[in-house]
Every structure is written in structure tokens, then in C-alpha cells.
């Protein structure tokens, strides 16, 4: 079984920034994308930025420009750099690891969630 553990949301002010953190432990894993997703209330969750094996990344219009997902492969860890913070981007950020188990059978893992409220 893996775990993913998100730390970093928090309250601030429009124009602001917050980084998020997932790190990941547990069961071997060969991982294919490391993403950040969200759910605001009443609405489905959404991709934020993804980031794959070899390091390609792929972002939400909403977000372009404005946010950065990055990987630290030592620590096991995917970071979400979110600059130029709106109130639209409050919601509960999602930690999300697809990748394939040492048998090779496709896993999807979530992390729990961390709000993230924007202020105006």
C-alpha cells in the first residue's frame, strides 16, 4: 500500500502564494504521473498539473502561468507552487500517484486533501 501525506494549505490573501507537499511512502511503486488535483464545493474535481515519469509536465489553463509542480525523487515528494493566488482557487487540493506495483498491476493512489482558501 502506498500513502501520500499533503501538507502546505492554508489561508492567504489574494495575490498571495502557499506551497504544497505530498510525500509518498509505502509499497514499491513505478510511478508513471505525480498530479495535483481540486475540488472546490458543489463542483467535480479537477487536474491542476501533472508531472510525469521522465518529467514532462501539463497544467490547467486556470493555472498556467501562475502555478508549478516540481518533484524531489530523494525525498519522495511532489511540490505544488502556487503564485498570484485568486479566490477562485479556493478548494481541497489533492495529492494523486498512478504508477504500476512490483507486480505490474496499474495503482491510483489520493492523498487525503488540504484546503487551500483564498481571500479577497
Known amino acids: 500500500q502506498v500513502q501520500l501525506v499533503e501538507s502546505g494549505g492554508g489561508l492567504v490573501q489574494a495575490g498571495g502564494s502557499l506551497r504544497l507537499s505530498c510525500a509518498r511512502s509505502g509499497s514499491a511503486l513505478s510511478i508513471n504521473t505525480m498530479g495535483w488535483y481540486r475540488q472546490a464545493p458543489g463542483r467535480q474535481r479537477d487536474l491542476v498539473a501533472v508531472i510525469t515519469r521522465l518529467g514532462s509536465t501539463n497544467y490547467a489553463d486556470f493555472v498556467k502561468g501562475r502555478f508549478t509542480i516540481s518533484r524531489d525523487n530523494a525525498k519522495n515528494t511532489v511540490y505544488l507552487q502556487m503564485n498570484s493566488l485568486k479566490p477562485e482557487d479556493t478548494a481541497v487540493y489533492y495529492c494523486?500517484?498512478?504508477?504500476?506495483?512490483?507486480?505490474?498491476?496499474?495503482?491510483?493512489?489520493w492523498g487525503q486533501g488540504t484546503q487551500v482558501t483564498v481571500s479577497s
Open positions: 494523486n500517484v498512478q504508477g504500476n506495483s512490483a507486480l505490474g498491476y496499474p495503482r491510483d493512489y
